[in-house]
C-alpha cells in the first residue's frame, strides 16, 4: 500500500481500520490484474451497525503484488454503482457465509 494511502486509512479509528485491512488481506487474491491501468474497488465496513463506504484504486500488474495508490471515502449511492459493476470487496456482509478465505483449504 502506498505510503499516503496508508496515512489516509489512519485517519479513520481504528477498529475501521483493522476491519479495512482484513478486507484487503481478504480480497488481494481475488483482484484481477490491471496491467498497467488503475482500477477501483469498493467496499463496506460496518461496525456496530454504521456502515462507511470506501473506495481504493489500484494497479495490480502480473506476477507482482498490488499496490493500492488512492483511498477515499465515499456516499452510498456511489458504493452501488460499484456493486452494480461487480467492483466490490468480499466481506462477512457481502459473500456468502459458507464461502471460505481463497487461501484456506
Do not use: A
Amino acid at each position: 500500500m502506498d505510503e499516503l494511502v496508508w496515512l489516509e486509512v489512519r485517519k479513520l479509528p481504528e477498529k475501521r481500520q483493522i476491519d479495512i485491512v482484513n478486507q484487503i488481506d481478504w480480497n488481494v487474491p481475488l483482484l484481477e490484474e490491471t496491467n498497467g491501468w488503475i482500477e477501483c474497488i469498493s467496499g463496506v465496513s460496518i461496525l456496530h451497525g454504521i456502515p462507511l463506504y470506501f473506495k481504493f484504486e489500484y494497479l495490480n500488474q502480473e506476477d507482482d503484488i498490488p499496490i493500492f495508490v488512492d483511498f477515499e471515502v465515499i456516499k452510498i449511492d456511489t458504493y452501488l454503482d460499484y456493486v452494480l459493476d461487480k467492483k466490490i470487496f468480499q466481506n462477512e456482509h457481502t459473500r456468502d457465509k459458507k464461502d471460505r478465505h481463497p487461501d484456506t483449504t
